[in-house]
């Protein structure tokens, strides 16, 4: 039986509707929950796949938020090792960064409901073509990463133009939420943190525009993150081919 190991950072962001898929399909699941343990020195060796969460600090929180920097090293280690990454928001901010690419504010938060496109190689991906050429997706974020070197661009939106890329075979970086269901969004809303970022921002998208858009849209989108998941999920299921990194501190 294989295992996978998840990294979260807060209580409030879960792996969401990817948890049951990831059950049914018999993998044992360990969690380190960096709010809880923020000294945890999580090792990938013993695992098959490693998925990084979303969370409300950035990459640039290194000094205050040391766990950042295991996290890191994790995700460098697991592309050393051949092993399926999948990162989601500041998940996927954290495997950019690793891979040598800037992250950085993003010139206005995207938070709500966006319409993603795939590009061309999106559209041919094994794991993002589930999604269609086009889409609505959730979103939640107030930074955004560049495109790494050797890394494949697979999605934008008209206002954020990297929203998932693909490095190497089986390591994948999302910006966007395909893991959310209508429970999860109406929990952000009602988070008082959150609600400030929401206010603080100045969008569009009240809260009520994005309650009224997620009883629309959130069953679209959970239709199509399901065989989006089963795809990475086909990949930590076989052997990867191993993946040569320059070696770095992240200190």
Not at 112 to 122: C, E, F, K, N
Not at 218 to 230: G, R, Y
Request: hydrophobic residues 40%.
């Amino acid at each position: 039986m294989s295992r996978l190991l998840v990294f979260q950072h807060v209580a409030a962001e879960p792996l969401g509707t990817l948890d049951p898929l990831i059950r049914r399909r018999g993998h044992r699941i360990r969690f380190v929950n960096f709010e809880r343990d923020p000294g945890a020195e999580p090792s990938v060796d013993r695992y098959r796949g490693l998925v990084v969460l979303g969370g409300p600090m950035n990459v640039q929180d290194q000094a205050t938020r040391p766990h950042l920097r295991t996290e890191l090293r994790a995700i460098e280690a697991a592309l050393r090792q051949g092993k399926p990454v999948l990162g989601i928001c500041l998940g996927a901010q954290l495997l950019a960064h690793v891979l040598g690419a800037p992250v950085q504010r993003h010139p206005q938060p995207e938070i709500g409901w966006y319409d993603l496109q795939l590009t061309a190689a999106g559209r041919a991906d094994p794991v993002l073509s589930a999604l269609g050429a086009a889409t609505p997706v959730f979103q939640w974020h107030a930074c955004s990463y560049a495109l790494p070197a050797g890394a494949v661009q697979l999605a934008r939106t008209t206002t954020c133009e990297q929203q998932a890329f693909r490095y190497g075979d089986s390591a994948y970086g999302l910006q966007f939420h395909p893991e959310v269901d209508a429970a999860l969004i109406g929990r952000w809303l009602a988070n008082p943190s959150y609600a400030q970022e929401l206010a603080e921002a100045g969008l569009a998208q009240d809260p009520d525009q994005i309650r009224r858009s997620t009883t629309a849209l959130v069953t679209q989108l959970q239709a199509v993150a399901e065989p989006l998941f089963e795809g990475f999920l086909d990949l930590v299921g076989r052997p990867q081919r191993r993946q040569v990194l320059p070696s770095r501190e992240w200190a």
